[in-house]
């Protein structure tokens, strides 16, 4: 059975880090371009972060280019959302889906996904 697990998220004060992991089971993450979206309470789901297969591409959502990175390690089936200087409008659910085509904002497009981590930016 195909899952997605999103570990990392958590309590943090403004200005501080966290990293989000997303690991996979009963599929191959090599085979998927993989994007962090997140959902904050009444808000739709947005993407994050993008990256393809062989991490040769990254894309970033406008408001954490500069503050976060994804990175994958196709060995382990992980890819990783690192995340600096953290802001109170980062709280959100953040879930990890993989995509059988390319990066895509459009939700739609994802196969599979995770049941997401809580980030919660708060002093």
């Known amino acids: 059975q195909e899952r997605l697990v999103e570990y990392g998220g958590g309590l943090v004060q403004p200005g501080g880090s966290l990293r989000l992991s997303c690991e996979a089971s009963g599929l191959t993450l090599e085979y998927y371009d993989i994007a962090w979206f997140r959902q904050a309470p009444g808000r739709e789901r947005e993407m994050v972060s993008c990256i393809s297969t062989s991490g040769a591409r990254t894309n970033y959502a406008n408001f954490v280019r500069g503050r976060f990175t994804i990175s994958r390690d196709n060995a382990n089936n992980i890819v990783d959302l690192q995340m600096n200087r953290l802001e109170p409008e980062d709280t959100a659910v953040y879930l990890c889906?993989?995509?059988?085509?390319?990066?895509?904002?459009?939700?739609?497009?994802?196969?599979?996904w995770g049941q997401g981590t809580q980030v919660t930016v708060s002093s």
């Open positions: 889906a993989a995509n059988t085509y390319y990066c895509s904002d459009y939700v739609e497009t994802y196969k599979f």
